[in-house]
């Protein structure tokens, strides 16, 4: 067990509808990481918050939106779906992300299923 | 543009043997490499990490190798035990400021057999 809960674990919606994915991070982590892992790919990073601040953004659509909340659990959502968001999406949280960085624990992710 | 690529999306090695996985990087500023292992339906597995300033770290049955002119690092498992069959992913952190993020490989799949 990491230590990162993801919900909810899966996801079945139709096309143009909008999924909220909650993140709650491993305690005493400040970073908060959302990845996407669709079929036979890799983890496409999508996004960083810091202590409730985005630090970093990488290919995120914008259709996707992500905040982290004073209690530094984080939300990532997805709207207008479509059938090609249907993907693994995890989130990983670490200590912080200056000086030597520290390893992301990652959660089990929420498997998303869009028709 | 991947910056972090495994060119070997799948390994099978006899359990006893060693296991070495490969993975190159593009972007010169990287600063810290990680290998995570990840089975089905479940997260990935933090395994053992490497700063760019050194070019070896062993932790028990793992040793990663760090060959910064050639941008390379490779995972070393020895003796591979068919529990390590899984999918390990390369991944490596540049520091921008006060933000680090994780960019990682498309991974490869180790199998190992009886």
């Known amino acids: 067990d990491s230590g990162v809960t993801q919900t909810p674990k899966h996801l079945i919606t139709a096309t143009g509808q909008r999924v909220t994915l909650r993140c709650s991070p491993r305690?005493?982590?400040?970073?908060v990481y959302w990845y996407q892992q669709s079929l036979d790919q890799g983890l496409q990073f999508l996004i960083q918050y810091y202590n409730g601040e985005e630090r970093a953004k990488g290919n995120i659509l914008e259709r996707f939106s992500a905040q982290q909340f004073p209690d530094l659990h984080s939300e990532l959502n997805l709207s207008s779906l479509e059938l090609g968001d249907s993907a693994l999406y995890f989130c990983?949280?670490?200590?912080?992300?200056?000086?030597?960085?520290?390893?992301?624990?990652f959660g089990q992710g929420t498997r998303l299923t869009v028709v | 543009d991947q910056q972090v690529k495994q060119n070997s999306p799948s390994l099978s090695v006899q359990e006893g043997r060693i296991s070495i996985l490969n993975c190159d990087y593009t972007?010169?500023?990287?600063?810290?490499f990680l290998w995570y292992k990840k089975y089905p339906a479940e997260g990935p597995t933090f395994l053992i990490s490497?700063?760019?300033?050194?070019d070896k770290n062993e932790d028990g049955r793992f040793t990663v190798f760090l060959n910064k002119s050639a941008k390379h690092l490779s995972l070393h498992i020895v003796p591979s035990q068919p529990g390590d069959s899984a999918v390990y992913f390369c991944?490596?952190?540049?520091?921008?400021?006060?933000?680090?993020?994780?960019?990682f490989g498309t991974g490869t799949r180790l199998q190992v057999t009886l």
């Open positions: 972007n010169s500023m990287f600063d810290y």
């Open positions: 490497i700063s760019s300033i050194k």
């Open positions: 990983a949280s670490s200590l912080g992300p200056t000086g030597v960085v520290a390893e992301a624990f």
């Open positions: 991944a490596a952190s540049e520091h921008t400021g006060t933000a680090s993020k994780l960019t």
């Open positions: 305690s005493g982590d400040l970073s």
